[in-house]
């Protein structure tokens, strides 16, 4: 998404000049979103992605995904992700949450839980009732799973009220289908009469839906416009997924220093995508002026916060000390997670420290195997293909049947 993150030297490695191959990073997508680019994870384990935007050269590109943004999560931006377990290294990565979808066939109980929990985006709303609020019970019953009294109580609160939040509420219930069958008119007309009134949950839903043409007539101006105004009313998510749209440029004109400081809204937030985004702005200096350290900042926080892209080069940040004290040891383990879950380019740096012996003890077969799962996943290195044609038979044989899994699952997530 925005100019070529680098390529970096893999420091003090000897006479062979083994250098971090100049590879894109990671790009950033709009949020609330899943991490890093194409990976696959083996097949017990398996989840598809999205494709992302691909970060080319020194320009910066228009974040594709900005105009195909699903309106499946509409509302306020959750919190900073929890870090994620790490998985060891053959381990594939934990499986996730239940897929959403409707109830199940049959005869509806009194309530029903379905799925068992509900998306955390639209879970805390932007601003939250007050404690004596009435509209707490119709809240309390979505976070719970209690979607038909979700329903009933905020549809009450609606036609009494008018009451704003409770129109975002029935507006994100039927653009789920929790409760109700899935109606994204019904949907947009909800949140436009909850946007009219204010709500910023609601406008940046509606804006979602103008993106991705649901319910609406796709219309990215008017996306557009339901973005700052919802940013403008204080919503992270919207502020971010502008700030997109000022590095894209089309909506806007152009601006690095009004995307940063969009993104810098979003990041305090803790919107881990906007911290990134942010970092990725301070290490090149565009929009702000170039600052290793506060690019290390931001970037340990995306880390921790469970976005892939961030610890990769957060990884590389603490290898090289870039901004940040050099811990070869702390880099070979964050790579090690990105590269369990699934990140070629983690993949690829993991199979050189594994090579080299540098911040983890020397391990030729899993640095073959890191390497082949890496290649699959669209990674060249001409330094480790040299490196694997040097080892035994025996150990790239077993190089090869250890990555086999992860290459059946890549071949299966491209199927």
């Keep these: 998404m925005t100019a070529k993150l680098g390529s970096i030297l893999l420091a003090g490695l000897a006479a062979a000049a083994v250098i971090w191959p100049a590879q894109a990073q990671a790009p950033i997508q709009i949020t609330p979103q899943a991490q890093g680019g194409a990976r696959a994870t083996p097949p017990a384990k398996q989840k598809k992605q999205a494709p992302k935007p691909k970060v080319q050269g ?15 999560r509409p509302a306020a931006a959750k919190p900073a992700a929890r870090k994620p377990a790490a998985p060891h290294l053959a381990d594939p990565p934990p499986a996730g949450p239940p897929p959403a ?13 379905w799925p068992p929990a509900p998306p955390a985006s639209f879970a805390a709303p932007a601003v939250p009732p007050p404690p004596d609020s009435s509209l707490n019970g119709a809240f309390s019953a979505y976070q719970r799973g209690l979607y038909i009294t979700a329903f009933a109580q ?7 009220n008018a009451d704003p939040k409770a129109m975002a509420l029935l507006g994100e219930l039927y653009a789920n289908g929790y409760g109700v069958a899935q109606d994204y008119n019904k ?13 910023p949950a609601a406008t940046f839903a509606l804006a979602l839906l103008y993106l991705g043409g649901q319910g609406v007539a796709r219309d990215p101006n008017a996306a557009a416009k339901y973005l700052e105004t919802a940013a403008k009313l204080g919503h992270p998510a919207a502020a971010y997924d502008l700030g997109l749209l000022y ?3 089309k909506q806007f004109p152009q601006d ?19 911290q990134y985004a942010l970092a990725t702005l301070y290490k090149e200096g565009r929009g702000v002026p170039k600052d290793p350290a506060e690019t290390a900042r931001l970037l340990s926080l995306a880390s921790r916060a469970g976005n892939i892209d961030a610890q990769v080069e957060y990884a590389i940040a603490l290898f090289n000390g870039l901004g940040v004290a050099p811990d070869e040891a702390a880099a070979a383990e964050l790579m090690r997670k990105a590269a369990g879950r699934g990140s070629p380019i983690a993949q690829n740096r993991l199979a050189r420290v594994l090579a080299a012996g540098r911040g983890a ?3 030729p077969v899993e640095a073959a195997k890191w390497h082949i799962v890496a290649k699959a ?15 035994t038979p025996a150990e790239r044989e077993a190089g090869e049947k250890a990555a086999r899994p992860w290459l059946n699952a890549i071949s299966q997530s491209r199927s």
């Design 247 to 249: 590095l894209d440029g």
């Design 154 to 160: 905020a549809t009450r609160l609606a036609s009494e």
């Design 361 to 363: 003890r020397a391990n």
């Design 187 to 199: 949907a947009a007309d909800w949140f436009r009469l909850a946007a009219e009134r204010g709500d």
């Design 101 to 113: 979808g409707p109830p199940p066939a049959g005869p509806p109980a009194d309530d029903q839980v």
């Design 377 to 391: 996943g669209g990674i060249s290195d001409t330094w480790l293909d040299e490196f694997v044609q040097k080892l």
């Design 256 to 274: 690095f220093a009004r995307a940063a400081e969009l993104f810098r809204r979003a990041a305090d937030a803790g919107i881990p995508e906007a």
């Design 58 to 72: 020194s320009k910066t590109e228009a974040p594709k995904s900005a105009t195909k943004r699903p309106a499946q």
